[in-house]
């Protein structure tokens, strides 16, 4: 495709319920970001990959948030027992080549909105 | 925590106007991106500028930056309606790591 894609755009699940949120980057960009955004405020930082290893998991707020990226391409976030703080818009980003000394614009896809009841 | 700070949160002017936007951050950066964004989804990328850079223009947009100050301006001339969306900053830390760290942004409102 010519950008980011993400699915599902929206999802609703019940507190404690696990959740899979899919990213699939541009075809070629070594780098991608996960973000997550709550209303009024900016993305914040939650993962970064460099091919298919995490370089950066600073962001992820506790240990039922997980994402992988098996093969450098596609990602998953994965939310495990969901509570209704978890409730944003979760963006996903990929960049040409990431990682320090990169000057690559970073472009973003259209978000999954998470609502947790 | 979000490192970026921009002000003023939110900014109303006439179309033909120019609109000015200030983002303050606390480290030191590699880089400092603008970014806009509509409706609350999907964030599109206007400018890049290298901590070297002090200066920067795309078409109507010119950015600054002052490292010494730790911060960067975004002006719009000539607004249009269109221009209307949220803005945001965003750094790549120099150490540290390899998250890019956004501020709350900034609502422009471009009234016709």
């Known amino acids: 495709g010519a950008g980011v894609s993400q699915t599902p755009s929206n999802k609703v699940t019940e507190k404690g319920k696990y959740v899979e949120l899919r990213c699939d980057p541009i075809s070629g960009h070594t780098a991608l970001y996960w973000y997550r955004q709550s209303l009024g405020q900016g993305p914040e930082f939650l993962i970064y990959?460099?091919?298919?290893?995490?370089?950066?998991d600073s962001g992820l707020p506790n240990d039922r948030f997980f994402a992988v990226r098996p093969e450098g391409s596609v990602s998953t976030l994965k939310i495990q027992r969901t509570e209704r703080g978890d409730s944003a818009v979760y963006l996903c980003?990929?960049?040409?080549?990431?990682?320090?000394?990169?000057?690559?614009?970073?472009?973003f896809g259209p978000g999954t909105r998470l609502t947790v009841l | 925590s979000q490192q970026g700070e921009e002000d003023p949160q939110a900014l109303s002017i006439q179309e033909g106007e120019n609109a000015t936007m200030n983002c303050s951050y606390k480290?030191?950066?590699?880089?400092l991106q603008w970014y806009r964004q509509n409706s609350g989804r999907g964030l599109v990328h206007l400018i890049l500028i290298r901590s070297n850079e002090r200066e920067k223009h795309s078409g109507r947009l010119r950015v600054t930056l002052d490292t010494s100050k730790k911060s960067s301006s975004l002006l719009i001339t000539a607004s249009r309606a269109a221009d209307t969306a949220s803005y945001f900053c965003?750094?790549?830390?120099?150490?540290?790591?390899?998250?890019?760290?956004f501020g709350a942004g900034t609502r422009l409102f471009v009234k016709a």
């Open positions: 480290t030191s950066i590699n880089n």
């Open positions: 965003a750094t790549d830390a120099l150490t540290g790591g390899f998250k890019t760290i």
């Open positions: 990959f460099q091919g298919t290893g995490a370089a950066d």
């Open positions: 980003a990929s960049s040409l080549i990431g990682g320090k000394g990169s000057y690559n614009e970073q472009f």
